[in-house]
């Protein structure tokens, strides 16, 4: 039971670099979700791809892009890395957005560091 | 906006103490609540949830309530284990504004340690 595998699991950046965050699940969910937590501020929503072809800016959305490549995956891009975006990333999915009970299930997240 | 506000830890207790987390709620329609658990070094599972008002979530001897009158959905264990040790996270489900669709709101997280 793979559930929402995401990777890489840890990763070190420099500043100005850039990288991709994948995510895929299994659970044949429409909807697709990535945060990132930080000490003491919860989680907060980067962006989040209701169903397969549709992605949005949620809470939190400067210095990321997201691509919905197919049902199964979503991915997360950091196209010039700065130290504010050291944090854990977490990627989640759900059955459908359009339900106010729909519960999410998570990946294990990706612990990253930009020097 | 929806916001979510959970009582400050770190919670440290002995086992087989009783266990309340406090969570209160603020939102503008009609909102599913739910806990969920981050075990170290994992990603956040779901522990229980509640739909409607004066629902209880439970699930592994835990509890919760959803209090509409009091926007509060308080989470309780009658005997804490070692194996609880964790951060608990408080998160609403409502139309979130300008979104088209549901979305969760955490609150910040209260971590948990139980002592043998």
């Known amino acids: 039971n793979a559930g929402v595998t995401q990777t890489p699991k840890f990763q070190v950046l420099k500043t100005g670099q850039s990288m991709t965050l994948q995510c895929a699940q299994d659970?044949?969910?429409?909807?697709m979700y990535w945060y990132r937590q930080d000490p003491g501020m919860g989680l907060r929503l980067i962006y989040y791809s209701a169903s397969e072809g549709t992605t949005d800016k949620g809470e939190v959305p400067n210095g990321y892009n997201v691509s919905r490549l197919n049902k199964r995956e979503f991915s997360l891009r950091l196209e010039s890395a700065a130290p504010s975006q050291t944090s854990v990333y977490f990627c989640a999915s759900s059955p459908r957005s359009g339900q106010v009970n729909q519960p999410q299930h998570f990946g294990d997240g990706t612990r990253l560091s930009i020097l | 906006g929806n916001s979510v506000t959970q009582m400050e830890g770190p919670v440290t207790l002995s086992e087989e103490a009783f266990l309340t987390i406090n969570c209160t709620y603020t939102?503008?329609?009609?909102?599913?609540l739910f806990w969920y658990v981050q075990y170290p070094g994992e990603g956040l599972q779901l522990l229980l949830k509640?739909?409607?008002?004066?629902d209880k979530g439970s699930n592994k001897g835990f509890e919760a309530t959803y209090r509409k009158e009091t926007t509060s959905f308080h989470l309780e264990k009658g005997s804490v284990q070692v194996s609880d040790s964790a951060v608990y996270f408080c998160a609403l489900s409502d139309l979130r504004s300008g979104a088209g669709s549901y979305q969760l709101t955490f609150g910040k997280g209260t971590k948990l340690s139980v002592i043998p």
């Open positions: 659970m044949n969910h429409n909807s």
């Open positions: 939102a503008t329609g009609y909102p599913s």
């Open positions: 509640a739909t409607k008002a004066d």
